[in-house]
């Protein structure tokens, strides 16, 4: 049986078995997935994961219950319909739920797309290519491919299917030690000459780490932030536009939503599932439209809003999980072409990757973190030295505020990589940015 | 229904394979929470499945499955035996090499109040008493308690007569309080859900649960009018709640045999430590005892075997600050030639064991805290962490915490928000210069160790009383 047609089936046992003044909903997420976990140029650990969950919640009223089942392929319908008896049990004990909105609307929506290729034989294809021309290549990283759904079910008529197949590769050349190129590659078809393109950049630029390493003492610099270096900033900063941080003034962007300090005029960020790559559709059924503006020309311009914000505070769902962080982030380009980078930064850090990020200072957006892989010491537009890694300390709103010279005109889009729990699907399209007055400390 | 699944795993495992396993993992979970006086809405979850693993030949292979029948079980032996044969040509290591374990016995968590002894209204009410000590203030914008549990039931069976079960039982009270006035907004919390033990209700008397928020909520609104941390090179003396994340990052992690390996180099990072300092490495000054120990009562992470059957026992890996060993399984020990521990360990049957550090503590001394602090005469104590980042080879690190108080002259003194250190791994520990003894020791654990490719997340035990340091580079906020 098919994903879907799980689904459909779970569906009709759990609506069927509801009594009278009862509702549910049912939420799935299911993958099958080829894992292989690459080390020096080979196969540390590989294998196939298949994996499916459906959480059914009962609802009668503002009462309600909800259970989390691993689906078996064994009699699922019934563990399902036996759930929903049970959690029946609870609702007498559990108070009404002022937080509660329930997405009614019998949506139809079904999005499938993509073709995974044979695990074990990408991989193989993969490694041939890495160790083309020569000795074993250092390469480390993940293969990851397969089908992921993501469905929804209500007994009010929904029906929401979203499937993807999927691939990516995610790896690093190392030159020795902790100086590597790392790359991402990923997409809905299998596409061998991406991964074969990206290996030739990553080969190029490994040349360069072999250079003497740099170190520069601690102060501000002029830095060019590559598109994953950007990437790994708007991971703490996407988190940051949620109805409820907002609200409560626990966001770290409270001085940009309260007008006490603006982002750069350069800089527009949305939420943007409209890509393709996650639901257009919640893990509770709302509806995501495809793109909410959050940073509109460095003014926050809206927010994310979760079902039970949207109820608690009085403002319209607009899709968010409960967590309320963008998962398809699009950070508008700018102007500054690829070529024209290295001399434009003139000298400074060129960084490729940025790691470990938190906050210091929450409530003034203080991060923290430390460059990683390819980051180079930069002299009159030319690359000089592989960099010891170095941590800075400073204010993200003020590195993409009056910190922000230009923004690379290039954003490619760039599936998740991560795997907790279950395959992501989530997304990222940003642009490289050149700064001024970067922070660094130690 | 375990034993039923077994004997299917067993008929059909093919007579020409050179080893497999199965390693099945239920666990069921439950959390009861209030925010903001609403009770939030009750989800359990329910979850079975298994990982096969086959080694053929110099390869090795697994397939997740949570289709236990006959039929599933015999695909997922296929598909683990086929990645081990396709891939053997490619294996970093050659896995006819290592001599799986095959253990028996069982295990399980000591439990003194059983979590289905009490109703699900009875446990309501804790939550429910908690909250309530809560004041009644503007300031306090947001507010979670909480009473978490889990219980993991693993079973794992070898192709060569192994069969070992063992039930892990954990309870987490938890609470988070935030404040705000004048601009200014303070959380008080446990930091990463740090009182996660292993046992039973107990463990929310243990911590006196009722009037945890309370405190949290007084200390919270305590920081809205503390000054800010002083900057300088300072003491530190950092509460065991902050030493879990000490040890965490800057001695659990960079002794991990797998990233020195090289294994995590995509992706958690390498190590500043390297295979030769083994047996001679001047990790921390003669204060500095480490121990791993799997057997610590109520620690987060015990166990009697890790996720490849090898058997649990209490190893140092540190003495008097030089390093001895360290965090490695079977598989990783085989790779480098050097001792490790018993700490292979998968987040749950959808992903394979990799090294995880489990119960890593740092040892009792001989200074009680009035001791410690008498010895400081301008320094920082700090408690609860909030902020965490070190480099990939764990060595540059920054934190910071919740709550900070000035010693002066061997005094404490006030309050200070915002207080954060950093320094480097390879010579911070060396400038240890206290170490609490026996009573100002404290359990902790966490249930959000995240590592490896896939990604997993582990539950990781410290223990540790208060540690002084010297000459350390302090700073507040902003």
């Not at chain 1, 993501?150 to 690093?172: K, M, N």
């Not at chain 1, 940009?256 to 960020?269: C, D, K, M, N, Y």
């Not at chain 2, 083994?278 to 990790?283: E, V």
């Not at chain 2, 060595?395 to 061997?410: A, H, S, T």
């Amino acid at each position: 049986m098919d994903m879907q047609q799980q689904l459909e089936s779970l569906a009709a046992s759990a609506f069927g078995a509801l009594q009278p003044g009862e509702d549910a909903t049912l939420s799935y997420s299911g993958e099958v997935t080829d894992f292989a976990r690459l080390n020096r140029g080979g196969v540390r650990q590989a294998g196939t994961v298949d994996q499916a969950d459906v959480v059914v919640r009962i609802l009668r009223g503002r009462r309600h219950a909800a259970r989390s089942l691993t689906l078996t392929g064994q009699d699922d319908a019934g563990r399902v319909a036996a759930a929903v008896a049970d959690l029946r049990e609870l609702l007498d004990l559990v108070p009404e739920d002022p937080h509660l909105s329930v997405h009614t609307a019998p949506v139809q929506q079904v999005s499938i797309l993509g073709d995974a290729p044979d695990g074990p034989e990408a991989v193989a294809t993969v490694l041939d290519m890495a160790a083309a021309g020569g000795s074993r290549p250092d390469l480390v990283g993940i293969w990851g491919s397969g089908r992921i759904g993501r469905g929804f079910a209500s007994s009010w008529g929904q029906r929401s299917w979203f499937e993807r197949g999927t691939w990516s590769l995610d790896f690093c050349l190392v030159h020795a030690g902790d100086k590597a190129v790392k790359r991402t590659v990923s997409g809905l078809a299998w596409d061998p000459a991406r991964v074969q393109a990206a290996m030739d950049t990553a080969r190029q630029e490994l040349i360069a780490l072999g250079r003497p390493v740099k170190t520069i003492a601690p102060g501000e610099y002029r830095a060019w932030l590559a598109p994953s270096a950007v990437d790994e900033v708007w991971s703490l900063l996407r988190r940051e536009f949620g109805e409820r941080g907002r609200q409560t003034k626990t966001s770290a962007v409270m001085a940009a939503i309260e007008g006490r300090q603006r982002f750069s005029p350069l800089v527009t960020a949305r939420e943007a599932v409209g890509t393709g790559v996650a639901p257009p559709f919640s893990g509770d059924g709302w509806p995501r439209p495809d793109a909410i503006d959050l940073v509109r020309d460095g003014a926050v311009a809206g927010s994310l809003v979760s079902s039970r914000s949207a109820k608690e505070y009085g403002v319209a769902c607009n899709g968010a999980a409960a967590w309320e962080s963008a998962e398809a982030l699009d950070l508008s380009p700018g102007t500054l072409g690829d070529a024209d980078v290295l001399s434009t930064l003139g000298t400074g850090l060129r960084i490729s990757d940025l790691w470990y990020l938190n906050y210091s200072d929450r409530q003034a957006c203080r991060v923290t973190g430390m460059t990683r892989f390819a980051t180079f010491w930069v002299e009159d537009g030319e690359i000089v030295a592989p960099l010891q890694v170095m941590r800075f300390d400073d204010s993200a709103i003020r590195l993409f505020g009056d910190g922000l010279v230009a923004l690379g005109a290039d954003a490619e889009l760039g599936m998740s990589t991560s795997t907790y729990f279950r395959r992501a699907t989530g997304s990222t399209r940003v642009p490289g940015a050149l700064v001024e007055g970067f922070k660094f400390t130690l | 229904m375990t034993d039923a699944v077994v004997r299917r795993f067993r008929d059909a495992l093919p007579a020409d394979l050179d080893f497999c396993s199965l390693r099945l993992v239920s666990t069921r979970a439950e959390s009861l929470s209030i925010r903001k006086g609403v009770l939030q809405p009750l989800h359990d979850a329910e979850d079975l499945g298994a990982m096969v693993t086959v080694r053929q030949g110099r390869g090795l292979g697994y397939a997740a499955t949570a289709d236990l029948s006959a039929a599933g079980l015999a695909g997922a032996i296929q598909r683990a035996r086929e990645w081990a044969e396709r891939t053997a040509a490619h294996s970093v290591f050659d896995y006819s090499r290592i001599a799986m374990p095959e253990p028996t016995g069982s295990w399980q968590s000591p439990v003194v109040q059983p979590w289905a002894g009490e109703s699900l209204a009875q446990k309501l009410a804790r939550v429910q008493a908690a909250a309530a000590s809560l004041p009644e203030d503007d300031r306090l914008v947001e507010w979670e308690v909480a009473l978490e549990r889990t219980r993991v039931e693993t079973r794992l069976v070898t192709s060569g007569g192994g069969d070992v079960t063992q039930v892990f039982d954990m309870v987490a009270p938890d609470a988070t309080v935030v404040a705000h006035a004048d601009g200014r907004t303070h959380t008080r919390s446990l930091g990463l859900r740090g009182h996660s033990r292993q046992g039973g209700l107990e463990i929310a008397d243990e911590v006196d649960f009722t009037g945890l928020p309370g405190r949290l909520a007084a200390d919270a609104m305590t920081l809205l009018s503390a000054p800010d941390c002083p900057s300088g090179t300072m003491d530190v003396l950092l509460a065991p709640d902050q030493m879990m994340l000490q040890i965490h990052e800057s001695i659990g992690h960079p002794l991990e045999l797998d990233r020195i390996l090289g294994d995590e180099r995509n992706y958690a990072g390498t190590s500043f430590v390297t295979l030769d300092m083994f047996g001679t490495y001047q990790y921390g000054s003669d204060l500095l005892n480490v121990s791993f120990d799997p057997g610590v009562p109520g620690e987060l992470a015990g166990y009697a075997w890790d996720d490849d059957g090898t058997p649990a026992e209490r190893q140092m890996l540190i003495r008097a600050g030089i390093l001895e060993r360290g965090l490695g399984g079977v598989v990783s020990q085989a790779r480098a030639g050097v001792p490790g521990v018993s700490c292979t360990r998968a987040a749950s049957w959808n992903r394979p064991p990799i090294d995880r550090m489990a119960n890593l503590n740092v040892e009792p001394g001989d200074s009680s805290l009035d001791d410690l602090v008498a010895r400081v005469e301008r320094g920082v104590l700090m408690r609860t962490n909030t902020s965490w980042s070190i480099d990939d080879s764990r060595n540059k690190f920054q934190f910071g915490c919740e709550w900070g108080q000035l010693i002066e002259d061997g005094q404490l003194k006030g309050v200070v928000r915002n207080p954060n250190y950093r320094g480097v791994s390879a010579t911070f520990w060396r400038n240890l210069v206290g170490v609490g003894d026996r009573s100002t020791f404290e359990v902790w654990g966490t249930p959000f160790c995240g590592k490896g490719e896939p990604n997993q997340l582990a539950r990781v035990g410290h223990a540790a009383p208060f540690c002084l340091f010297a000459g350390v580079d302090v700073f507040g906020g902003a």
